[in-house]
């Protein structure tokens, strides 16, 4: 078990992701991730912070995964859908200290 919330013996960075859809390369055995947005990044990325700010300061460590992989719809560079949006949540969350 796992308590979320607070520090584990062990080392754990959370990662967030804008978007994921490997099925053009992994077909059936693909994993997609439905209805991304900047949003919903925004939560996700709010909770990675709030679950890292219990560890010292050289374990408050998050990865965003986002390769710029546009076949698999992994990526943080601006597009004609969403904008700058997930890069303006990276620095809105940033500059809000995760609040």
């Given at each position: 078990y796992i308590d979320l919330d607070g520090?584990?013996?062990l080392d754990f960075f959370p990662c967030v992701m804008p978007n994921w859809d490997n099925t053009p390369r992994?077909?059936?055995f693909g994993h997609v991730f439905q209805d991304p947005s900047p949003e919903t990044f925004?939560?996700?990325l709010k909770q990675?912070?709030?679950r890292v700010s219990?560890?010292?300061p050289e374990h408050q460590i998050i990865i965003i995964k986002s390769w710029n992989?546009?076949?698999e719809g992994n990526y943080l560079e601006?597009?004609?859908r969403f904008g700058?949006?997930?890069l303006e949540v990276i620095q809105q969350v940033l500059e809000s200290n995760g609040e």
């Open positions: 520090a584990v013996d992994a077909g059936i925004k939560v996700h990675a912070l709030h219990v560890n010292a992989e546009w076949a601006p597009d004609q700058h949006g997930f």
